[in-house]
């Protein structure tokens, strides 16, 4: 079992630049939830996807997009990037929309010179 | 909002020290508790968790104990090892109707010395 897969696992881009980051969730699993951890920090929740549609929005502004594919693989998307968006960003995936399967991947980490 | 407070770290240990890492939590409903543990260059693992008030939660040696009435889930481990060595995170959350994400406080750094 894979487990959840985040890719890439290291990112340096550009203020103003996009990104994106992708994961996969663990097998069985059909939710996801992303999750920004700034250094030093807890993690604080983002968004989470449910058969393809946005289902719960955490306190992030609108540059903050994702999307959940019929393969239950989804992306995070990020515009507009600025220097305080640098963080590890983690995904979690569980079976259905309960926090108590969680299970979470290794992360991102976005670095925003 | 829910919110989570705990200890600050770092704290630091000798090896089969006793390990205690305060957490209290703010909640509207009735949440369900937990603590991840984070180690080096990894993401967060399940340690333990604690759905209901009095629920005790165990593994690896580590205990917590769902306290509603002082709305506590302190973390604790009798004897630690050097592979304990990590950041830990206690976390709650209010279940379906609030979507079942996850609140975090700021994280425990723990190093054990040999």
């Known amino acids: 079992d894979a487990g959840v897969t985040q890719s890439p696992t290291h990112l340096i881009k550009t203020r103003g630049q996009q990104v994106t980051l992708r994961c996969s969730p663990k097998s069985g699993h059909d939710t996801v939830s992303w999750y920004q951890q700034a250094l030093g920090q807890g993690p604080q929740f983002i968004f989470q996807y449910y058969e393809e549609e946005e289902r719960q929005r955490g306190n992030f502004p609108d540059r903050f997009s994702g999307h959940q594919f019929p393969n239950y693989s989804s992306e995070l998307n990020v515009n507009a990037l600025l220097l305080g968006d640098s963080a590890l960003y983690l995904c979690a995936s569980s079976p259905g929309t309960t926090a108590e399967g969680y299970t979470f991947g290794s992360g991102t980490r976005l670095t925003v010179v | ?114």
């Open chain 2, 1 to 114: 909002g829910n919110s989570v407070t705990q200890m600050e770290g770092p704290v630091t240990l000798s090896e089969e020290a006793f390990l205690t890492i305060n957490c209290t939590y703010t909640a509207t409903g009735y949440p369900s508790l937990f603590w991840y543990v984070q180690y080096p260059g990894e993401g967060l693992q399940l340690l333990l968790k604690a759905t209901k008030a009095d629920d005790k939660g165990s593994n690896k040696g580590f205990e917590a104990t769902y306290r509603k009435e002082t709305t506590s889930f302190h973390l604790e481990k009798g004897s630690v090892q050097v592979s304990d060595s990590a950041v830990y995170f206690c976390a709650l959350s209010e279940g379906r109707a609030a979507g079942n994400k996850l609140t975090f406080g700021g994280g425990t750094r723990v190093l054990v010395k040999p």
